[in-house]
């Protein structure tokens, strides 16, 4: 359940994080027609480079470590760009903003959606489950 969870928050941060890049820079454009090819293309890239990107620095440069995030969702961003009618990034400035920016957001938002919502729906469902088998 939790799983199922962290993947609708990260498609939904996702999908606010793309918008938002959009809007805040001006060399990144995202086509209402590939939006969601853009989104579950950046979604899937990030889910499967995230882990990847982790072993590679854990093994060859573990004080980068911390930087994983930023780098699994730069190479989702540039995987998510090579898609015609989804999302245009150029420039040097907007490929060094776009990542941070949909960093911060998706990790944040990550965070703070599984500690106030998730976290506290699971613990309420579990209270429930222990009272309903103590009722005789």
């Known amino acids: 359940m939790r ?3 962290q993947l609708i928050s990260q ?3 996702a999908a606010i ?3 938002v890049i959009h809007f805040a820079l001006p060399d990144v454009t995202l086509h209402i027609g590939g939006f969601f090819i853009a989104l579950g293309v ?3 890239a990030h889910a499967v480079l995230g882990p990847f990107v ?10 980068l470590a911390g930087g994983v995030g930023l780098v699994s969702t730069l190479l989702a961003l540039w ?4 898609f015609e009618g989804g999302i245009e990034i150029h420039g040097l400035t ?7 920016i949909v960093w911060v957001i998706t990790a944040l938002g990550g965070w703070l959606f599984m500690a106030l919502f998730v976290n506290r729906w699971l ?3 579990e209270s429930e489950r222990l009272l309903a088998r103590a009722k005789p």
């Open 79 to 82: 995987i998510a760009s090579l």
């Open 123 to 125: 613990k309420r469902r």
């Open 42 to 44: 950046f979604t899937m």
């Open 94 to 100: 907007s490929w060094l903003l776009a990542p941070l």
């Open 17 to 19: 994080a793309l918008v």
């Open 3 to 5: 799983l199922l969870f």
């Open 54 to 63: 982790l072993s590679v620095a854990q093994r060859y440069a573990a004080p």
């Open 11 to 13: 498609l939904v941060l």
